[in-house]
């Protein structure tokens, strides 16, 4: 096939790609030592190239040849031959525990840099074109959490903003939003955007000793949504996992009697607003969009009815048999909520406050909280993304993978909101992941662009691919066959030729 002249610039993406490391094997997929791997786009060809990032966790397990850094899902444990001081030692300082740099998840671009995430306190800088590891930085030393999300939100002037949640005060747990700027002051070219990283806002946990788990938000053009689901962890298991000799993960509890709890930030005062919004329980891990009408906040998850989806991806259950004895528990239901934050003051208590045509509803209830039903849009999508142009307005197009029972994706999809319509790709023995959006440069229409996935073939015989589908049609545009073992990957971002700063610069 053939690219568009128009597409030049780099599909850069990030996953866990070593799970061995000498004679000691993580226990979940998501542990696996980062590997990044790129697509570059120069002149209708296509460039690919993969590395390792080399993270301070990857240099010390590489050094030992073993697992000495621990992650989410493998609790790691220091050479048994130190001494017994040092041992005890480090039991104590295990309390909030020295997170692993291990960035896997996503990247992110902060002011003209890149940086490769994951959900603690460290990200990684990293060379775009060489993928090559560049310095640490810790939040903490910026902005009192000990953990983010790898799912920044990007505003019109190119400012991140991002939320975390602060464990540090004893007893006083909260989330923080804060705002890293695209740009610094002319005088003060030599510092980076980190060291004018502002909190936006704080809002307290409802339990200060569980705090809910999120891995995304949400964001309109007037404010900033943080859901609060019961999927919690628990801090003071944490504190004593390393002793216990259990994973983090197994910290996380979902209680599924309790609610979960929506909050809302206006952007502008940076307050809560203070009426009550809640739902059902739900675990969820990927906000899709999110917008304003007449009033009302609308915004689109994909959640699940339990937690099953990470225990999926324990490597045991990870065998040759992976597709049929993997089935999910709780399939992924990509959800409307419209919440209506201008509503008729005496309404009576039981009454529908929404006000718009939708299925959703929001009941006001005697204690002045309202209960959020969401309308179903569809099922069985995850890994949505959508033309970053709409985000925070009213849109039509999600792209995702199709994913169905089995966690693994097997198909792209796109799913016309308004319509409900779908479109599909798919081939046998074929991975894809997420799907990523790139607008055309003369784009009139929401849809006017390609859509960019890599393959990986359940054959090893079969080369992986990438895949460049056009993204009104979902037709085929080309493919580019790489002759490599690639890596199943999580997330990523497509970077125009003109944001790749040369070496020169």
Known sequence: ???????????????????????????HWFDGLALLHSFTFKDGEV??????????????????????????????????????????????????????????????KAGDDFYATSETNF???????????LEKVDYNKYVAVNVATSHPHYDSAGNVLN?????VDKGKTKYVLFKIPSSVPEEEKKKSCFKHLEVVCSIPSRSLLHPSYYHSFGITENYIIFVEQPFRLDILKMATAYIRGV???????????????????????????????????????HHINAYEEDGHIIFDIIAYADNSLYDMFYLKNLDKDFEENTKLTAIPVCKRYVVPLQYDKVAEVGSNLVTIPSTATAVKEKDGNI????????????????????????????????????????????????TREMLHWGQDHCWPSEPVFVPSPDAKEE????????????????????LILDAKTFTELGRASVDVEMHLDLHGMFIPEQDVKTETE
């Open 1 to 27: 096939g053939q690219l568009p002249t128009w597409l030049q610039g780099i599909l850069l993406r990030n996953g866990p790609g070593m799970h061995t490391i000498g004679d000691s094997k993580y226990n």
């Open 47 to 108: 460039y690919y190239r993969s590395k390792y990032l080399r993270s301070d966790t990857y240099n010390c397990n590489i050094e030992a040849n073993r697992i000495v850094v621990s992650e989410f899902g493998t609790m790691a444990y220091p050479d048994p031959c130190k001494n017994i001081f040092a041992k005890a030692f480090s039991y104590l300082s295990h309390t909030i525990p020295e997170f692993t740099d291990n960035c896997l998840i996503n990247i992110m």
């Open 123 to 133: 990200i990684r800088k990293i060379n775009p074109q060489t993928l090559e590891t």
């Open 163 to 167: 939320i975390g949640t602060s464990i």
């Open 247 to 285: 994973n983090w993960a197994s910290c996380l509890a979902y209680h599924k009697d309790d609610k979960t709890w929506f909050h809302f930030i206006d952007r502008k005062t940076k307050k809560e607003v203070s009426t009550k919004f809640y739902a059902d329980a739900m675990v969820f891990f």
């Open 371 to 418: 209960y959020c039903q969401p309308e179903i849009l569809c099922e069985g999508i995850e890994l949505p993304r959508i033309n970053y142009d709409y985000n925070g307005k009213k849109y039509k197009y999600v792209y995702a993978t199709e994913v169905q029972w089995s966690p693994v994706p097997t198909k792209i999809a796109k799913f016309n909101t308004q």
């Open 447 to 466: 849809d006017d662009g390609v859509v960019l996935t890599c393959v990986v073939r359940t054959d090893p015989k079969e080369a992986p691919f990438l």
